[in-house]
Each structure stands twice: as C-alpha cells, then as structure tokens.
C-alpha cells in the first residue's frame, strides 16, 4: 500500500465474504460481506516498511465495513505517532451506521521491527479482537439489551493508508509530515475462513447453526476459553488506554447499555 504527498491511496487487496476472522500489523480497511450469520475468519500480517514515527498523524487500518447509511462496520488499525511514543491499536464497532465504541491499546512490543498477527473473530455471538493469538478486546451480541449486533449486512475486506491527521495524534494537533512521503506498508500470510457472498447468497447453507457448523467452521461457535480470558484481561489492565465504557464525559445522558455487561 502507498498513500503519497496528494493524500492518493492505492488498495492492494478487496475480497467480498460473509464472516471472517482476521490477523493485521498496520492499519487496514476491512470491509466484510454479512448477511446473515456466519462468520469471517480472516488472516492479516502486516508490518510497515517504514517506521510509524515517520508516519506521525497518519493512520494504518484494518477494518470490515458494509455499504449504505447504516453500515457495519469492525476496524483495527494504528495510529501514527510521534518519534518517542508508544504506539496505539485503536479499534471500534459499528452497526447500524453507530460507532463511538473505540477502545485503544499500547502494544508491548514494537510493532515496526517484524510482522505480527493481528486477527478479527466475527461470529453471531461476538467479536474478538487478537494480537498474536492473544486477545484484546470482545464485543458481545447483547441484542436482547437493544445493542445492534452486526450481523445482517455483507461486507468487503480492504487494506489501506490514510491520512486522519484531524483526531489521530493528539486529538488532531500533529499533522502529518508530507515531506516524507510516500508512506508504504506491507502485509503478508492474509488467510481468510468465511461464508462467502456472491450474486446474493451465501457459501453457507441458511439453516447453518453452531451445532451444525463443520470443524472447518468451529470459529461459527467459538468462544474464549479460561485461559484466554485471563489474557483479556491482563492485556486490558495493563495495555488499554481508553475505553468508551470509562468515559462518563462524552456520555452525560448515561453509557452505553453494553458498557453495564462489561
């Protein structure tokens, strides 16, 4: 991928599926097909050939994303920073067009000096975030709380450089330093399992469940077990940043319903 001087971006890979799981180290823009319940299971490994430093405000993603108003959409990606800092793995959910479920890490350890896997979980019952097989982040379906789930809208896998110098350092107060450009990243061992959507159906029968599901499908069930769980939360005590569900602030009217089941 190369964002040059003028902002232009060139994407490398699109590929349209219906549930994945997937492993990056830059920031790429993954869109994901879901229109029913299967799961994405897809791998990116990807390591900037450039250090992030010099990227400073720009931003690496990786996220799925559906089309229209009220999109779906599961974004994983890092934000530039200055020579110095630590560097931050920002990621949110949307559904429905809703977002503002951001939840940001420090990483332990340097993520410009080798490819690291980074991987999206995306199944009916919820979605874990996974840095070299380690978790980070889970959001749960709690439709039964009125929490849209994203579940119902197809989505495409991308992968992208752009440029967020408007929030990304410093809410917005570093810019990006255009005298370095181009900016390039690279990813490698992309590895999808997912309910492919094609000509308006679905690789996976309809009445797929979990108990139905095939091995080569466990990921349609799958949960985190004990010793995950511990991880989870090692890596949320010491490595989060921010989480919405903290941010009383920005929500004075009440947090998120989701936020009570956390």
Not at 44 to 72: F, R
Not at 191 to 219: E, I
Not at 242 to 254: L, V
């Amino acid at each position: 991928m190369i964002l040059t001087s003028h902002g232009e971006m060139a994407v490398v890979k699109s590929s349209t599926i219906e549930r994945f799981s997937l492993s990056p180290s830059i920031k790429l823009l993954v869109l994901v097909s879901n229109p029913r319940m299967s799961i994405f299971s897809a791998r990116l490994i990807c390591n900037s050939s450039l250090s992030l430093e010099t990227l400073l405000a720009q931003s690496l993603p990786i996220y799925l994303s559906s089309k229209g108003s009220t999109w779906d959409e599961i974004d994983f990606e890092f934000l530039g920073n200055l020579s110095g800092d630590p560097y931050i793995l920002h990621t949110n959910v949307f559904s429905q067009g809703k977002g503002n479920r951001e939840q940001q890490f420090y990483l332990w350890f340097d993520p410009t000096a080798d490819f690291h896997t980074y991987s999206i979980l995306w199944n009916p019952q919820r979605i874990i975030f996974s840095v070299n097989g380690t978790p980070i982040r889970e959001f749960k379906n709690m439709e039964s709380l009125g929490v849209p789930f994203p579940k119902n809208q197809p989505m495409r896998i991308y992968s992208s450089l752009w440029n967020a110098d408007d929030w990304a350092i410093r809410g917005g107060l570093v810019k990006t330093d255009w005298t370095q450009a181009p900016f390039t990243a690279s990813y490698r061992n992309f590895n999808a399992d997912a309910c492919v959507w094609s000509n308006g159906a679905s690789s996976c029968k309809s009445n797929t469940s979990p108990s139905s599901a095939s091995t080569n499908r466990a990921w349609f069930s799958q949960e985190m077990d004990s010793a995950k769980q511990q991880r989870l939360q090692w890596v949320q005590k010491n490595y989060m940043i921010y989480n919405y569900c903290n941010d009383a602030k920005r929500f004075p009217q009440g947090l998120p319903p989701e936020c009570n089941m956390s």
